[in-house]
C-alpha cells in the first residue's frame, strides 16, 4: 500500500461508504444494510456540529477514547468522502503503518433530529471485515486545485471474489514503473470514470447544500420570532406612550392645583393664573418648576387682593364700579383701565391718572 502521510490524514478526503446493499450489523444484529444515493446526499447535507459531531474509534470501540473527529463531508459518485481534524498521534501512527486499513460509518436513519440518514461516528477497522466493500485505503488530496496523491488501481471485480473476504486495492507493476505524473493522470481518470468501459462520475460537494440548508432553516425558524418580536416592541412602546402622556396629565394637573392656590394667596392674578397655565402647556416639567418656584418667591399684595376680589368695599364704590362698567360696556376690554376705576371707587377723593399709576407699579412690581 503506498505511503500514508500526515498531510493526506489531515487533508485528504477519506473513502467511508457507498451506496449499495452490504451485510452489516442493526441493533447487535447481522442484517442486510440498505445505503442509498440519497442517504449519501443526506448525510453530506445534513452534517453539523450544532446538530451531531462523528467522532472516530476503533473496531466500533463506542465507550473508548475518540481518536479524532469528522470535520466534513463531501459525495463523490457513489462514495461519501471524509476530511478529518485532531486525529490522535496513536492512531496517525496506525494510518501510517496500514494497522488500519479499512472504515465502517455509524449511521441513524431516521435521526431524531434531521428524520433521515445521518452520520454518527466512523470506526477505523483494524483484522475485522468491512461491511462496505470496495473503499479505497488511502486517502484522495488535492493541493493547489490539482491532484497531488492517491493510490487505487480502480473498481474491483466483485464477481470474482467472496463477499467475505475484504478488497485489497494494489498498484499493478506496470503502474509502479511509470513516472509520478503517469501515475497521478491514470489515477485520475480511474477514479472519476474516465477510464475505458466507465461512466462519468459526478463529485457533488456538500458546502453549497449546507449553506442552502442553513439559510432555509434560518429563514423558516427565525423569520417568523423575529415579527412577533417587533410586534411585541410596537405594543411595549405604545403602552410606554400612553404611561408617559398619563404622567404628564397628572403634572399637568398639579401645576394648575398650584397656579390656583397662589392665586388665592394672592400672588397673582386670574390673568396672570391662565397666561401661566397656557405657557405650562407647552413647557417641560423644569419649565413649569421655573415658574412655581416664581410665583411662590412673591409677596400678597394689599392692591392685587383688591383688583382681584369681585365685590366692593362698599355699595358705593360698586356704584361707582356699575356705572363705568355700563359706560364702557360697549368698548374692548382693557384690563388696566377697569382695574383703575376699581381702585379709584375704593378710594375716595383718589384721581384716576393716580390710580393708573398704581395699577402699573403694582403689575410691574409683580413681574
Not at 418667591?297 to 356704584?319: D, H, V
Request: hydrophobic share 40%; with cysteine.
Amino acid at each position: 500500500m503506498p505511503e500514508i502521510t500526515d498531510q493526506g490524514i489531515d487533508q485528504g478526503w477519506w473513502d467511508i461508504a457507498r451506496a449499495g446493499k452490504w451485510k452489516g450489523s442493526l441493533a447487535g444484529e447481522t442484517a442486510d444494510i440498505k445505503i442509498t444515493q440519497q442517504d449519501l446526499e443526506d448525510m453530506a447535507a445534513d452534517y453539523s456540529t450544532g446538530i451531531e459531531e462523528a467522532a472516530l474509534n476503533t473496531d466500533h470501540d463506542s465507550f473508548g477514547p475518540a481518536h479524532g473527529w469528522v470535520a466534513a463531508l463531501r459525495v463523490a459518485g457513489d462514495r461519501l468522502q471524509a476530511q478529518f481534524k485532531l486525529v490522535s498521534d496513536e492512531l496517525r501512527e496506525w494510518l501510517k503503518t496500514g494497522a488500519y486499513r479499512s472504515r465502517s460509518i455509524q449511521m441513524h436513519k431516521p435521526h431524531a433530529e434531521t428524520g433521515r440518514a445521518y452520520l454518527t461516528g466512523v470506526a477505523l477497522l483494524g483484522a475485522g471485515s468491512p461491511a462496505v466493500k470496495g473503499l479505497n485505503p488511502t486517502p484522495f488530496l488535492f493541493l493547489n486545485g490539482e491532484s497531488a496523491a492517491f493510490c487505487w488501481s480502480g473498481e474491483p471485480d466483485n464477481s470474482q471474489k467472496s463477499s467475505t473476504q475484504p478488497e485489497e486495492f494494489q498498484m499493478d507493476e506496470k503502474d509502479l514503473k511509470k513516472t509520478v505524473s503517469e501515475s497521478v493522470r491514470d489515477g485520475f481518470k480511474s477514479f472519476f470514470g474516465q477510464g475505458e468501459g466507465k461512466a462519468p462520475v459526478q463529485i457533488t460537494l456538500s458546502q453549497a447544500d449546507l449553506d442552502a440548508k442553513i439559510q432555509a432553516s434560518v429563514k423558516t425558524e427565525v423569520e417568523p420570532v423575529k415579527a412577533e418580536l417587533a410586534q411585541a416592541t410596537e405594543r411595549a412602546d405604545k403602552a410606554e406612550a400612553k404611561l408617559a402622556e398619563a404622567s404628564r396629565e397628572a403634572e399637568l394637573a398639579e401645576f394648575s392645583s398650584a397656579l390656583e392656590a397662589a392665586k388665592k394667596e394672592s400672588k397673582i392674578t386670574p390673568a396672570e393664573q391662565e397666561s401661566f397655565k397656557t405657557l405650562g402647556s407647552k413647557l417641560d416639567p423644569e419649565g413649569r418648576k421655573t415658574i412655581l418656584e416664581q410665583v411662590a418667591g412673591r409677596k400678597s399684595a394689599s392692591l392685587m387682593s383688591e383688583l382681584s376680589a369681585p365685590e366692593a368695599k362698599n355699595q358705593a364704590a360698586a356704584a361707582v364700579v356699575a356705572r363705568s362698567e355700563k359706560q364702557f360696556a360697549d368698548c374692548p376690554e382693557d384690563k388696566e383701565h377697569d382695574a383703575a376705576i376699581r381702585l379709584q371707587a375704593a378710594n375716595k377723593g383718589m384721581s384716576f391718572a393716580d390710580a393708573i399709576v398704581q395699577v402699573r407699579e403694582a403689575a410691574a412690581a409683580n413681574g
